[in-house]
């Protein structure tokens, strides 16, 4: 069995970066800048948000916090996204989501130009990825197209389930993996919250993506030996003996799955710090894309 080590290969692609970003600045051309909105407080995407940002100084990228409060009108934060697609120093953004209840989402998605929209949320970016066309792909599916790269993994022909259809994950990720290439080239059976009896899909799997959000969900009686196992799940579960008083908990039971698994991500450490490096690569493509 062998951990795929997100956390060295998001280094080696952080390194990759920060020598191109270097060799851009010695020919005095302009830094990558990423900036990034948050609304609100939440915890997590505080958290989430701020990695991004520090991340940026690692490579050498200029990057922007903007912080805005939680009862802002959609209508304000139209205006500020209209603000950053205007601004020319601004290369990518993204707008850390889940948004408030009183915000469309889709509107502010909508409303970025697709040419910064380093997080590939927007409708133009998210079909020309269905369209194998020049985009920006959602930085989890690509950091775990990048692992199974990076690792070699034989791709083409095997059974790929995806657990969970969100627009952020599961959705792109199930179009990926179908897509011409490697790694892609996969049957892919996307399943969700309404499929019935899905460890029949998760047994026949070659390869599991679990982008489902609950603890321990996948066991190994759920999966056949040799799988290779992608767990995107990054849930808090409290416990009092933590520093912070809860553990980041994936959506597969580590200790037993990865005894059957051929190749499996940890959590932490997998497939989330990959994520923040594709952030950073797709914003340095914004760069030299404009
Ligand atoms: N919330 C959870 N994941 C993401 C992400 O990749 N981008 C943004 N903008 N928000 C998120």
């Known amino acids: 069995m062998t951990i795929l080590d997100g956390k060295k290969i998001s280094n080696d692609i952080k390194d990759e970066i ?21 609304v609100g407080e939440d915890g997590a995407s505080l958290t989430y948000v701020g990695s991004k940002v520090r991340a940026c100084a690692r490579v050498g990228f200029e990057s922007t916090l903007i912080q805005l409060p939680d009862d802002i009108t959609q209508d304000d934060l139209l205006n500020k996204i209209q603000e950053l697609n205007q601004d020319a120093e601004i ?36 079909g020309k990825l269905a369209l194998d066309m020049e985009t920006f792909i959602p930085a989890t599916p690509f950091g775990i197209m990048e692992l199974l790269k990076r690792y070699d993994i034989e791709t083409s022909g095997k059974h790929t389930v995806v657990i969970g259809r969100s627009h952020i994950v599961g959705r792109p990720m199930s179009i990926l993996m179908s897509r011409k290439g490697q790694p892609g080239d996969s049957t892919v059976t996307l399943t969700h919250s309404r499929t019935k009896d899905l460890a029949h899909y998760t047994r026949e799997a070659d390869i599991v993506i679990s982008a ?26 409290p416990d ?10 994936g959506d597969v039971d580590f200790a037993e799955v990865s005894e059957k698994a051929s190749y499996i991500t940890p959590v932490p450490g997998g497939v989330g710090p990959m994520t923040i490096a594709m952030l950073l690569q797709n914003t340095l493509l914004a760069r030299q894309r404009s």
């Not at 191109?20 to 800048?33: S, W």
């Not at 990518?92 to 997080?119: R, Y």
């Not at 030996?225 to 799940?233: H, L, P, R, S």
């Open 18 to 38: 920060t020598t191109t970003v270097a060799q851009m600045k010695a020919k005095g051309e302009k830094t990558p800048h990423l900036a990034a909105v948050i």
């Open 212 to 237: 489902l959000g609950v603890p321990n969900f996948l066991t190994a009686d759920m999966v056949k030996k040799g799988v290779v196992i992608i767990d995107v799940g990054i849930t808090r579960v």
């Open 240 to 249: 009092a003996n933590a520093a912070k008083g809860y553990v980041i908990t």
């Open 91 to 126: 290369d990518g953004f993204i707008v850390q989501l889940p948004l408030p209840k009183h915000i469309d989402t889709q509107a502010i998605l909508l409303a970025v130009d697709p040419k910064k929209d380093v997080d590939g949320f927007h409708p133009e970016n998210f």
